[in-house]
C-alpha cells in the first residue's frame, strides 16, 4: 500500500526555471493538500483541493499554481523558482476535509 | 498572526523521563487538535488526536491533556523511549464548513539513552 506518493524525492534548481512536483495517493481521498517546511516555520499549507475539480490557496500560495488532474493526482508548479522557496514540500491527503491527514515523505527542493 | 503556539522548539529528555509539549490557540471555533510525529526524512504522521469534548485522551504512552477555559492543549509522553526522538507538531481546524489543519511550528525531542 503506497499511500502517497511524492516525484521527485530531490531537486535543484537555478534561479527563474520552473518545474512541477508530483503527488498521488492511492486511498480514494477526497481532498489534497500541498505544504511547504522550513526551519522553525513548521508546516505552512500552499494551497488544497477539498474535491477534485476544486482548488484554494492556503496561508503562503504566491509563487505556486497547483492542478488537480484527476482524484488521485495534485501537482504543484513553480513558475518561475526564487532562492525564497527552497524548502521541503510535502503532499497529503485526507478522505474529507477534517479526516486524519496522510502525508508523503516530501520533496527536498533547493533553488540556487 | 500565529493561530497556533507551540512551545518549547526543542526537548531533551533521559529515557524513561515524561516528556510534555505545550501548545495554546487563539481562535475559539477550534475544535479538533491533532499531534503529528515526524522523523527525519519522512512525512509527518498522526499521532493522536482531541476533540473539546473530553480534557484528556490517553493511546499507550501518549496522552494530550486539553484545557477549553485557558485555550491550550499538550502532549505528554510517558517512559520516553529513544525511539520517541522525532518532531512533533500540534495543530487545530475547525470542524465545520471548508478548514484545513493550523500547524504549530514544531517540539524537536531527543530521548537520551
Known amino acids: 500500500n503506497a499511500g502517497v506518493t511524492q516525484t521527485p524525492k530531490f531537486q535543484v534548481l537555478k534561479t527563474g526555471q520552473s518545474m512541477t512536483l508530483q503527488c498521488a495517493q492511492d486511498?480514494?481521498?477526497?481532498?489534497m493538500y500541498w505544504y511547504r517546511q522550513d526551519p522553525g516555520m513548521g508546516l505552512r499549507l500552499i494551497y488544497y483541493?477539498?474535491?477534485?475539480?476544486?482548488?484554494d490557496k492556503g496561508e503562503v500560495p504566491n509563487g505556486y499554481n497547483v492542478s488537480r488532474l484527476n482524484k488521485r493526482e495534485f501537482s504543484l508548479r513553480l513558475e518561475s523558482a526564487a532562492p525564497s522557496q527552497t524548502s521541503v514540500y510535502f503532499c497529503?491527503?485526507?478522505?474529507?476535509?477534517?479526516?486524519?491527514?496522510?502525508f508523503g515523505n516530501g520533496t527536498r527542493l533547493t533553488v540556487t | 498572526q500565529q493561530q497556533v503556539k507551540q512551545s518549547p522548539q526543542s526537548l531533551i529528555v533521559q529515557k524513561g523521563g515524561i516528556s510534555i509539549i505545550n501548545c495554546a490557540y487563539e481562535?475559539?471555533?477550534?475544535?479538533?487538535f491533532p499531534w503529528y510525529q515526524q522523523f527525519p526524512g519522512k512525512g509527518p504522521a498522526l499521532l493522536i488526536a482531541?476533540?473539546?469534548?473530553?480534557s484528556e485522551k490517553k493511546e499507550g504512552r501518549f496522552t494530550i491533556s486539553f484545557n477549553k477555559s485557558a485555550k491550550q492543549f499538550s502532549l505528554h509522553i510517558m517512559d520516553s523511549q529513544p525511539g520517541d526522538s522525532a518532531t512533533y507538531f500540534c495543530?487545530?481546524?475547525?470542524?465545520?464548513?471548508?478548514?484545513?489543519?493550523?500547524f504549530g511550528k514544531g517540539t524537536m525531542l531527543l530521548v537520551s539513552p
Open positions: 497529503a491527503s485526507s478522505e474529507l476535509q477534517n479526516s486524519p491527514l496522510h
Open positions: 483541493s477539498a474535491s477534485e475539480g476544486t482548488t
Open positions: 495543530a487545530a481546524s475547525m470542524n465545520s464548513g471548508y478548514s484545513t489543519l493550523t
Open positions: 486511498m480514494n481521498h477526497n481532498s
Open positions: 481562535n475559539t471555533a477550534f475544535d479538533y
Open positions: 482531541i476533540r473539546p469534548d473530553v
